[in-house]
Each structure stands twice: as structure tokens, then as C-alpha cells.
């Protein structure tokens, strides 16, 4: 049993066909209680029944997960790298992606899922072209959240302060920036003159850095559940451990652990269970 009311992982993948379950438990028995499961691009199925398949698979997962006792919050969406599957099968990238947004958007309007995500843009460099339809994407997407109210995960490069600066233009033009969050953040780029919200990988330096900035914040492991891959990004169970660190480090740690696990994750996905 977590020795906090609620300890959670704003980040990771679990899969059928990773270890699943134990998984799910191993996160338990280090304190772990709710982490929001994000739909991980297995390209297992052909381009036409994509996302229905995978959205389905992601949401029967989590609730797997759940009967362990973990909450979830799910993400579903087309991801970024999506682009060069429909591509090489000869569809439309902008099209398809499209099309998985607003399957997405309603599956998350009937109540199965929480947010949308990964949405933005590849995290290595790519051509223009590529780099411009996945703008369009992007676009269309804060554009679908904004209509039915549903946070927005963002996927992109490693961004310097212009970057941010950029995205956050983007974001104000379609949508509200209190219902956007970059995924896998670097800690260094707290400082930036932009008001995105950041989740952070969960390491030692990282809470170091956050924490003593005194902004908002949330922590993930990014855990790709991946036997061929194990703890990478980093292991399942990091959040939880984390949390005793800053237990021990940090004299007003009640009041991080409401901020990062409770009132920041409510404000963006307004799930019940962060304020019970
Ligand atoms: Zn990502």
C-alpha cells in the first residue's frame, strides 16, 4: 500500500504483450496508484482497422490494469511516427491520422477514454514536408479537443525556448493551454519564458531541478513495457520510488505530492480519483 493517498505516473505503456500485469503489480507494490495508460504504436494491424484495433487493445489493457487496483486515465491517438507507417503503405498520413483523431475524440466523448495522445511532432529531424503536415495534425487535433473538451498529450522534439515558445502560440490559437501537457520533458527547459505544462522522466535530477523551480509539474516513467527492452525508459515502479526520495529530501513534501499527483493531474484530466 502506497503510504500517500495518491502516487501517480503521468506516462506509460502497458502491453499484452510486455509484462502485462506484473507490470501493473510491480508498480503497486512500490506505492504506485494510478498512472495514465497511453496507446503504444504497435504496428500490429493492417492501416485500415489501425486505430480501432489498437484503441480497443489499449483500452482493454487498462482495464486488466485496473482489476490489479492501479486507476488509470487513458490516452489514445494517432502518434507522430504514424505518419511514415501510412506513408509507406501508400495512404494518406494527414488523412488517416486525421480520422484517428476523430475516432479517438469519440470513443473519449462516450466516457471509454480520458485524453488524446501523442500528438505533435517526430522527435528526430525530418523532411518539411513531414514537418509541416505534422503541424496541420497537430492543429486539427487541439482544434477536435477544444470542441469536446478533452486534454491533449503532446509528442515532439527536444525544443529550445523558441520551440516552446512556437507550440505554446499554437496551442493558445486553438485550444486552452491548461489542457495541453509535453510528454517527456527535459527538466532544464522549466525555466523557459513559456506556460506549458511539463511532465518530466521521473530521475533523481530531474525532481531536483523541477521541484526548486516551484512551478507546476508532473512526473512519468515513459515505460515502453518491452521484454526485449526491460525498465526502458526507465522502470515501471520509478514514480513511486521518486516519491520516497522526495519524501526524504524535501520538508514540505505533502505539499508536491498534492500539486504534482492531485491538483495538476486534475486540472488537465479531471478524473475523479485525484481527490479522493
Ligand atoms: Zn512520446
Known amino acids: 500500500m502506497s503510504p500517500y493517498r495518491t502516487v501517480f505516473d503521468n506516462f506509460a505503456h502497458i502491453r499484452r504483450n510486455g509484462y502485462y500485469v506484473d507490470a501493473a503489480k510491480e508498480f503497486l507494490k512500490y506505492g504506485g496508484t494510478s498512472m495514465n495508460m497511453v496507446n503504444f504504436p504497435d504496428y500490429f494491424y493492417t492501416p485500415d ?52 483523431i476523430d475516432m479517438a475524440a469519440s470513443i473519449i466523448t462516450a466516457g471509454d477514454a480520458d485524453a488524446m495522445g501523442e ?10 514536408k513531414v514537418y509541416s503536415d505534422s503541424g496541420v495534425i497537430l492543429e486539427y487535433a487541439l ?3 477544444h470542441d469536446h473538451d478533452i486534454p491533449l498529450i503532446l509528442h515532439t522534439e527536444d525544443m529550445d525556448e523558441e520551440g516552446y ?9 486553438h485550444y486552452s493551454i491548461d489542457r495541453v501537457i509535453k510528454h517527456h520533458a527535459n527538466a532544464t527547459d522549466i525555466y523557459f519564458n513559456d ?3 511539463r511532465s518530466f522522466v521521473a530521475s533523481r535530477s530531474n525532481i531536483k531541478t523541477a521541484v526548486s523551480s516551484g512551478r507546476d509539474f508532473l512526473l ?4 515502453t513495457d518491452q521484454k526485449d527492452k526491460p525498465g526502458k525508459v526507465i522502470p515501471v515502479y520509478s514514480v513511486p520510488k521518486r516519491a520516497e526520495m522526495i519524501k526524504n529530501l524535501y520538508e514540505n513534501y505533502d ?3 498534492h500539486r504534482i499527483f492531485e491538483e495538476v493531474p486534475f486540472r488537465i484530466y479531471r478524473k475523479e480519483f485525484f481527490d479522493r
Not at 76 to 90: E, N, V
Not at 165 to 173: A, N, P, Y
Open 49 to 100: 482497422s489501425h486505430y480501432e484495433k489498437l484503441y480497443r487493445e489499449t483500452i482493454d489493457v487498462a482495464k486488466t490494469v485496473r482489476n490489479t487496483g492501479v486507476d488509470t486515465v487513458i490516452t489514445i491517438g494517432p502518434y507522430p511516427l504514424d505518419y511514415f507507417y501510412f506513408q509507406s503503405a501508400r495512404k494518406d498520413p494527414v488523412d488517416e491520422m486525421k480520422r484517428g
Open 119 to 128: 500528438i505533435g511532432y517526430p522527435h528526430f529531424p525530418v523532411d518539411e
Open 143 to 145: 482544434d477536435v479537443c
Open 165 to 173: 515558445l512556437r507550440v505554446e502560440s499554437i496551442i493558445k490559437m
Open 195 to 197: 506556460s506549458i505544462t
Open 220 to 223: 512519468e516513467t515513459d515505460y
Open 255 to 257: 505539499e508536491i505530492f
